[in-house]
Structure formats: structure tokens, C-alpha cells
């Protein structure tokens, strides 16, 4: 999407302070807290296939109009629109892709595939970057705007041809949401892997900033897409290594077609117990890069940034082996609505001090994640019992 790169930098150029760019986040996030679980159970009862379709077509809205009348509050009415497509996403991707893998008898292969999706998700930063730079130089914002608009077409047309695994008998809507709150409450292992998965999900809003990070570093503004690019690759380094990592740890005993296999203490278990210091590690680098103030602390994002996206991608592993009721959009969801509360420090906390009371929020999340002992909770390796 060419316009990522440079939307906060559109807002900026646009006249908006950097308090008006933070309350448009936050409308942002506002929005998905109040769609995201609805919308959750509208893709576990419906069609999660529809679902990514449809969030295609409104982003594409969003940014046409962002493109045709910008403002304050044209930027405010997109980001509705965007808030509402990344609603019907969110759970929704993450559940057609596990049930996908069950069907198959593969779902032991889940935090696989999730890390190479989001590691690929990661990459295509980089020609989008390179595109940014292109569009912007030759027409400017208008000329990104209506691209990016056109793309999100393209993707909701290419999200129709995905394969979606049959639901079998749908509850309703309302009894839908009920089973996946009532999971996400109820179930002690689904809580404690919820409200890390929300936590974590959450310090990402951190990438907002990147864009104007870069530009008060220094880095003229038509050279900020590429300048930021290391910290997309990054990012897609540490989320393809969680995934290998959590495959390389799988138990050597086969699981029953279609059930999560939980991983064996000698691979991946060792690597979970380093998920508080490894986001404290990336809260440090971080923080570092932000008293430089210098355009090689982008480096140094770069890296805690990998480290963080590795461990967003085992968090985002374990809930999804932990969950096991039919409203597995909606149980997600559940945590993306925890992410998008968590967002909110994250915008209120760079206003305060940018990235050094970002880091620190960063640093004090690992140490209570390490404290509370809820870094990232074992699925329960008890076998069913027979009918």
C-alpha cells in the first residue's frame, strides 16, 4: 500500500499537529473497539472469506476520500471506514487460516505459515516504499491516495478466490458472539493467552510513528519510505524466525487430524521462556534509538522491532492452539479489541515523550508479563478423554 509510508506525513503536511494526528489514531482505534468483537462473530457466522473482502472495499473508501477532500475531518471519516475493514479482518484471517490447516490434518503447521503470512505482509512494505517514492515524486499525495485505493480493490478481489472451510450448523449472530465472549472469559488458558496476544498486538501502533520518526531525525521527507524500509524487513526477519522456530518445536508424537499439537519442551518451550527478556531487549534498542535522534537510530529500531514481531507471532500461536469452540474469529477478536485499548496508551504515551516513554511502556509491559508469569501460556497437553 504506497500511501503507509507517508499518511502520517499527508496529516503533517496538511496542517495537523501532532496532537491532532494522535486523536486521529485514536478515532481509529475507537472505531475498532467498537466493531471488532461484533464483527468477529459477523465472520464466524457468515463468511470469513466475505468478511476480508469487504474490509478491501471500505479501506479503498477510506483513502479515496482521505485523496479527494483532505482535512481534519475527511482524515477522521477514513480512518471510520479503515477502522471498520480492520474489524472484519481481524480474527477473521487468522481463523480461515487455522481451520484451513485443520482441515487438512495440518494445523500443527499454524505458527508456521502465520509467521511466513505475516513476514510476507512485512516484505511487501518494500515495494511499496519504492512505489511511494515513485507516485509521490511524479503527482505527489493525490497521485498515492487513488493508487492505494485501487490496490485495496485489487486485494479484496483476490481475497474472493480463497479457499473457506465449511462451518458446519451456524449458531446465530448473538449466539455466535456468546460462545466466543463466553471462551474468551471462561476458558483460564484462553484468557491468559488473550490478554497477552492484546497486550502485545497493541505496542504495534508504535508503527504509526515510524514515518514521522524518520522526519524529525533528519530524513528529507521524500526519502523517508526508503529509509524506513529496513525496519519492515526486520520485522518479517523475527516473524518468519518465531514461526520456524515454533515448527522446528513441535513434539515428535503425531496429533488427530485437525487438533493443535502442542510443542515439545525441548524446542520451543525453552524459546518461550525468553519472550519477556527478548521484548525487554527491544523496549532498550528502542529507547537507545530515541535519545540518538540521529537517522542510524533507524537501524536500531529496526532490530527491536524484528525482536518484537518475533514475539508477537508466538503470542498469536499459543492463542490460537488454545482455542477450541467454533467462534475461533471471534475469541481472536476478543484480543484485537485488547490491542486496540492498548493502542491508546501507545498514541497518549508518544504525545507525552515519543520514543523513550514509548520504550519505556515497552519495557514495563515485559517486566510485568515476566512478573505475572503470563509471558506466553502452554496449551494444555492433557488428552481428550473418549466419549
Same mark, same amino acid.
Request: with cysteine; hydrophobic share 55%.
Given at each position: 500500500?504506497?500511501?503507509?509510508?507517508?499518511?502520517?506525513?499527508?496529516?503533517?503536511?496538511?496542517?495537523?499537529?501532532?496532537?491532532?494526528i494522535s486523536l486521529l489514531f485514536a478515532v481509529w482505534s475507537t472505531v475498532a473497539v467498537v466493531a471488532e468483537v461484533p464483527f468477529g462473530a459477523l465472520a464466524d457466522r457468515f463468511s470469513r472469506r466475505g468478511a476480508l473482502v469487504t474490509a478491501g472495499v471500505l479501506q479503498a473508501c477510506g483513502y479515496a476520500l482521505w485523496t479527494a477532500v483532505p482535512?481534519?475531518?475527511?482524515?477522521?471519516?477514513?480512518?471510520?471506514?479503515?477502522?471498520?475493514?480492520?474489524?472484519?479482518?481481524?480474527?477473521?484471517?487468522?481463523?480461515?487460516?487455522?481451520?484451513?490447516?485443520?482441515?487438512?490434518?495440518?494445523?500443527?503447521?499454524?505458527?508456521?505459515?502465520?509467521?511466513?503470512?505475516?513476514?510476507?505482509? &512485512?516484505? !511487501? *512494505?518494500?515495494?511499496?516504499?519504492?512505489? %511511494?517514492? +515513485?507516485?509521490? #515524486?511524479?503527482?505527489?499525495? /493525490? @497521485?498515492? =491516495?487513488?493508487?492505494?485505493?485501487?490496490?485495496?480493490?485489487?486485494?479484496?478481489?483476490?481475497?474472493?478466490?480463497?479457499?473457506?472451510?465449511?462451518?458446519?450448523?451456524?449458531?446465530?449472530?448473538?449466539?455466535?458472539?456468546?460462545?466466543?465472549?463466553?471462551?474468551?472469559?471462561?476458558?483460564?488458558?484462553?484468557?491468559?493467552?488473550?490478554?497477552?496476544?492484546?497486550?502485545?498486538?497493541?505496542?504495534?501502533?508504535?508503527?504509526?510513528?515510524?514515518? &514521522?520518526? !524518520? *522526519?524529525?531525525?533528519?530524513?528529507?521527507? %521524500?526519502? +523517508?519510505?526508503? #529509509?524506513?524500509?529496513?525496519? /519492515? @524487513?526486520? =520485522?518479517?526477519?523475527?516473524?518468519?524466525?518465531?514461526?520456524?522456530?515454533?515448527?522446528?518445536?513441535?513434539?515428535?508424537?503425531?496429533?488427530?487430524?485437525?487438533?493443535?499439537?502442542?510443542?515439545?519442551?525441548?524446542?520451543?518451550?525453552?524459546?518461550?521462556?525468553?519472550?519477556?527478556?527478548?521484548?525487554?531487549?527491544?523496549?532498550?534498542?528502542?529507547?537507545?534509538?530515541?535519545?540518538?535522534?540521529?537517522?542510524?537510530?533507524?537501524?536500531?529500531?529496526?532490530?527491536?522491532?524484528?525482536?518484537?514481531?518475533?514475539?508477537?507471532? +508466538?503470542?498469536?500461536?499459543?492463542?490460537?492452539?488454545?482455542?477450541? =469452540?467454533?467462534?475461533?474469529?471471534?475469541?481472536?477478536?476478543?484480543?484485537?479489541?485488547g490491542s486496540e485499548v492498548a493502542a491508546y496508551a501507545v498514541y497518549a504515551t508518544w504525545t507525552l515523550g515519543e520514543v523513550p516513554a514509548v520504550a519505556a511502556g515497552v519495557l514495563l509491559t515485559a517486566l510485568l508479563l515476566a512478573r505475572s508469569g503470563a509471558k506466553v501460556p502452554e496449551p494444555d497437553r492433557t488428552p481428550a478423554s473418549p466419549p
Open positions: 500500500m504506497p500511501v503507509y509510508p507517508l499518511y502520517a506525513l499527508l496529516f503533517a503536511d496538511t496542517g495537523m499537529s501532532d496532537g491532532q482535512g481534519f475531518w475527511t482524515f477522521a471519516a477514513g480512518f471510520v471506514l479503515w477502522g471498520l475493514g480492520g474489524a472484519l479482518v481481524s480474527g477473521a484471517l487468522e481463523a480461515l487460516l487455522h481451520d484451513g490447516l485443520a482441515a487438512v490434518g495440518a494445523a500443527d503447521s499454524f505458527g508456521l505459515v502465520l509467521g511466513r503470512v505475516t513476514a510476507a505482509g &512485512l516484505l !511487501a *512494505q518494500i515495494p511499496a516504499a519504492l512505489a %511511494a517514492t +515513485v507516485l509521490f #515524486a511524479s503527482g505527489g499525495y /493525490p @497521485l498515492v =491516495g487513488w493508487v492505494s485505493a485501487a490496490t485495496c480493490l485489487a486485494a479484496a478481489l483476490l481475497a474472493s478466490r480463497l479457499p473457506e472451510t465449511p462451518q458446519g450448523e451456524p449458531e446465530s449472530w448473538l449466539g455466535t458472539l456468546r460462545s466466543g465472549l463466553a471462551e474468551s472469559s471462561a476458558v483460564p488458558a484462553v484468557r491468559r493467552a488473550v490478554i497477552a496476544v492484546a497486550v502485545l498486538t497493541g505496542i504495534d501502533a508504535l508503527e504509526e510513528y515510524f514515518p &514521522l520518526m !524518520a *522526519q524529525d531525525w533528519h530524513v528529507p521527507t %521524500a526519502l +523517508v519510505p526508503i #529509509a524506513v524500509l529496513a525496519i /519492515p @524487513l526486520a =520485522g518479517a526477519a523475527g516473524a518468519a524466525l518465531a514461526g520456524t522456530a515454533g515448527a522446528t518445536g513441535r513434539a515428535g508424537a503425531a496429533s488427530p487430524a485437525g487438533a493443535a499439537s502442542a510443542p515439545s519442551a525441548a524446542g520451543a518451550s525453552g524459546f518461550r521462556r525468553r519472550i519477556a527478556p527478548l521484548l525487554a531487549l527491544s523496549a532498550l534498542l528502542l529507547a537507545l534509538a530515541g535519545f540518538l535522534r540521529h537517522p542510524a537510530g533507524l537501524a536500531l529500531v529496526a532490530v527491536s522491532y524484528g525482536l518484537y514481531r518475533l514475539v508477537l507471532v +508466538v503470542a498469536e500461536t499459543r492463542l490460537q492452539q488454545h482455542i477450541t =469452540g467454533p467462534a475461533r474469529a471471534t475469541v481472536t477478536s476478543v484480543a484485537g479489541l
